[in-house]
């Protein structure tokens, strides 16, 4: 599944439903247009974008730190210490979902 069809249609998901920021900040914004970030610049090079710019957290977690990490992945710090939530249950998809495979350079989802 490519993230294109996860930043469309029914299936879209945006990061105020994440992170629940006030401004809008889906997908689309973040990997197209003039201020486009894909996987390769935000987790690499001059372009690295960390998760406190984006949550406006306190602790700096940026994106090596995090595909570095154990495959399951959980997102407490980002919701604030809400109710756990794992990537497959936001994707709504059965299969466990992975870092790595995210930024493997194929921008797939397994």
């Known amino acids: 599944?490519?993230?294109?069809?996860?930043?469309?249609?029914?299936d879209r998901m945006d990061w105020p439903s994440i992170t629940n920021i006030l401004d809008r900040m889906d997908w689309p914004s973040i990997t197209s247009g003039h201020d486009r970030k894909d996987w390769h610049s935000i987790t690499n090079g001059p372009d690295r974008m960390d998760w406190s710019s984006i949550t406006?957290?306190?602790d700096r977690m940026d994106w090596p730190s995090i595909t570095n990490s154990p495959d399951r992945m959980d997102l407490p710090s980002i919701t604030n210490n809400l109710e756990r939530?794992?990537?497959?249950?936001?994707?709504?998809?059965?299969?466990?979902?992975?870092?790595?495979?995210?930024?493997?350079?194929?921008?797939?989802?397994?």
């Open 56 to 58: 406006n957290g306190p």
């Open 85 to 110: 939530m794992y990537w497959p249950s936001t994707t709504s998809g059965p299969d466990r979902i992975d870092w790595p495979s995210i930024t493997n350079g194929l921008h797939r989802i397994d």
């Open 1 to 10: 599944m490519d993230w294109p069809f996860q930043t469309s249609g029914a």
